[in-house]
């Protein structure tokens, strides 16, 4: 009779032992009474009753990457590329993904796949390998609203790779070195358009400035002559105020002045070897007396008042006889 009731109780612990279920962090389960849906345990401890209640899905509530097998896509203008990709998840609502999809795996994974296809076939090989943002941002959007019913959050999309085939590879890189040889023709055409400019500016700011440079010393020059004619003009009065004035010496200095301008321009002339004077050496040296009177006069200032006393010729003197 002990050991009867020593097995009783053993059942019966086993039996509630067996109600008893430990759900992980992370995960959760749903818990079907005679193949219904009732509720959905949590992570931590939950008492199933014995015999009527059992696990029915066990769901990863946790983000997941589902992998994007590659395959062939026709774009628009008639390319074929090969492409891959990932698929990133979140299950927000167990019982959904649990009873409103069979297999949700494959079905995200065939989902993805036709409308990567959809939208890559409507954009050309160039639009394909240049805006892959803009094709993640298409398939997120409509990946994840179709998922929705199915209590799963489509998080991200990636497209992998793009391998054109290889004949059009090769015609990108031809297409790219023509492009980058392009541009270096264009800047240096460029560069030559902008030296030449420069050039050209640096040449007229040499002649505006050399033209300036020629209008001040032509200014200088002018003003020169100017002050010479002035010069010339008030020696000239001078002269003329002292011939006024009854001075004979003023009149051979004016003359002997222009009388030696006159040999100076003999002397200096390249084809004279020989000069002939036609005039005697006396009267260029009573000229010349006759300058050193008028310089003596100018210097003794005070003393040009004076009465001056004429040299007379000892011939001229009278003698007297006994």
């Known amino acids: 009779?002990?050991?009867?009731?020593?097995?009783?109780?053993?059942?019966?612990?086993?039996?509630?032992?067996?109600?008893?279920?430990?759900?992980?962090?992370?995960?959760?389960?749903?818990?079907?009474?005679?193949g219904r849906f009732t509720y959905v345990a949590?992570?931590?401890?939950?008492?199933?009753?014995?015999?009527?209640d059992r696990v029915g899905r066990r769901v990863n509530m946790m983000e997941q990457v589902l992998d994007i097998p590659g395959q062939e896509i026709?774009?628009?203008?008639?390319?074929?590329?090969?492409?891959d990709g990932v698929v990133f998840f979140q299950v927000l609502d167990a019982a959904k993904a649990a009873y409103e999809v069979s297999e949700i795996y494959v079905a995200i994974m065939q989902l993805t796949t036709t409308n990567l296809r959809t939208v890559m076939g409507s954009m050309?090989?160039?639009?394909?390998?240049?805006?892959?943002?803009?094709?993640?941002?298409?398939?997120?959007?409509?990946?994840?609203?179709?998922?929705?019913?199915w209590g799963v959050k489509i998080t991200r999309v990636e497209v992998k790779d793009i391998r054109p085939p290889a004949d059009i590879v090769?015609?990108?890189?031809?297409?790219?070195?023509?492009?980058?040889?392009?541009?270096a023709v264009i800047l240096e055409a460029e560069g030559s358009r902008a030296s030449e400019i420069l050039r050209a500016e640096g040449q007229k700011q040499s002649q505006i400035l050399e033209a300036e440079g020629r209008r001040e010393a032509a200014?200088?020059?002018?003003e020169a002559r100017e002050r010479a004619a002035q010069a010339e003009a008030k020696a000239t009065q001078m002269v003329s105020e002292a011939i006024a004035s009854g001075n004979a010496q003023a009149i051979?200095?004016?003359?002997?002045?222009?009388?030696?301008?006159?040999?100076?321009?003999?002397?200096?002339?390249?084809?004279?070897?020989?000069?002939?004077?036609p005039?005697?050496?006396?009267?260029?040296?009573?000229?010349?007396?006759?300058?050193?009177?008028?310089?003596?006069?100018?210097?003794?200032?005070?003393?040009?008042?004076?009465?001056?006393t004429t040299r007379r010729n000892p011939a001229q003197v009278p003698t007297s006889r006994g």
């Open 42 to 52: 949590r992570p931590g401890f939950n008492f199933l009753v014995p015999f009527f």
């Open 252 to 277: 051979n200095y004016f003359v002997a002045q222009k009388y030696v301008e006159a040999i100076g321009q003999f002397a200096t002339s390249p084809n004279a070897k020989t000069i002939l004077f």
């Open 74 to 83: 026709i774009t628009k203008d008639n390319a074929m590329v090969a492409v």
């Open 279 to 308: 005039v005697e050496a006396t009267q260029l040296i009573g000229t010349l007396g006759g300058i050193g009177e008028l310089a003596k006069e100018v210097l003794s200032g005070s003393e040009a008042q004076t009465p001056v």
């Open 170 to 183: 090769n015609a990108m890189g031809r297409q790219m070195k023509a492009e980058r040889e392009k541009r």
């Open 219 to 222: 200014f200088r020059d002018a």
């Open 124 to 149: 050309d090989l160039d639009e394909t390998l240049s805006k892959r943002d803009e094709i993640n941002a298409r398939l997120l959007s409509v990946v994840d609203h179709a998922t929705e019913a």
């Open 1 to 34: 009779m002990l050991y009867f009731f020593a097995g009783i109780a053993l059942l019966a612990a086993l039996i509630v032992f067996s109600g008893i279920k430990v759900v992980r962090q992370g995960h959760q389960y749903t818990i079907e009474r005679f």
